[in-house]
């Protein structure tokens, strides 16, 4: 993708002060080309917003998708987070895990609706996350369904914990969900042990097929790095928006 039409991006940075996390968080906004604030767009919100921008490349990937592919142009939101207490934050076990999805929640969807032209319901807000984030990612439409109903995961960090979250719900019906994972991934470390994520990622499927969610699965040969996420993100991307 050298092509100067996907390069040239308009990226801004923002910085929003949390009451939860008692601190700023810097937001990364990606802006369509031909961006005109009287429109409104369809918006994707990143959890490790830094990686999505820098390893996944998905601005590059906006622009390739909306000028070549015809796809509704869309706004994105990276979200970044400090890799430090990124697990207290993402992992439903972790001391930072209310106070993060609340500041999503209620202080970042509310800041970036009243700043940019994004479209205010659930079937147009998309949360996108590897690992961790993915896993995060089905939690925040868990506890906050009114605003969250389509999900991308990319090998999705389901430990036991979150598997038990999900086999609570009652109706998942609404929630629309775009898995995938690395058939390599069958014995990943993490910082809180090793962990076969295809078996995981299948299990969580069930879970939540069962409760009557929409989940577009697969697994192909890939490992877990954006080397392969990245790779996948168009047709991610392409699942949950539209062409025009």
């Known amino acids: 993708m050298t092509d100067s039409r996907y390069l040239k991006r308009t990226i801004l940075k923002e910085q929003i002060e949390s009451s939860h996390l008692g601190e ?5 906004i990606y802006l369509p080309p031909g961006y005109n ?6 918006v994707v919100y990143c959890q490790d917003g830094e990686e999505f921008f820098n390893f996944g490349r998905i601005a590059t990937y906006a622009n390739q998708l909306i000028l ?35 500041c999503f929640a ?7 609706e009243q700043k940019y032209p994004v479209r205010r319901t659930p079937d147009q807000r998309i949360l996108a996350g590897d690992s961790l984030g993915g896993s995060v990612s089905i939690h925040l ?14 090998s999705g960090a389901y430990y036991q914990q979150s598997q038990d979250i999900i086999a609570q719900a009652q109706n998942l019906t609404d929630l629309n969900v775009y898995m995938i994972v690395g058939l390599q991934e069958t014995d990943f470390e993490s910082d809180t042990g090793i962990y076969d994520f295809v078996q995981l990622n299948r299990d969580t499927r069930d879970l ?36 025009i």
């Open 68 to 102: 070549d592919e015809n796809i509704e142009p869309f706004i994105i939101v990276g979200v970044e987070v400090n890799t430090k207490i990124r697990t207290q934050e993402y992992a439903p076990f972790g001391d930072r895990f209310e106070k993060y999805t609340a």
């Open 208 to 243: 939540l097929q069962a409760r009557g969610a929409t989940v577009q699965y697969s697994e192909k040969d890939g490992k877990h790095l954006w080397g392969f996420w990245q790779k996948e993100l168009p047709a991610a991307l392409k699942y949950f928006l539209p062409e």
């Open 106 to 112: 209620e202080e970042i969807i509310p800041y970036i």
């Open 24 to 28: 700023s968080r810097t937001l990364r």
């Open 37 to 42: 604030e009287v429109l409104s767009y369809p």
């Open 141 to 154: 439409s868990l506890l906050y369904p009114e605003l969250f109903q389509q999900v991308i995961s990319l």
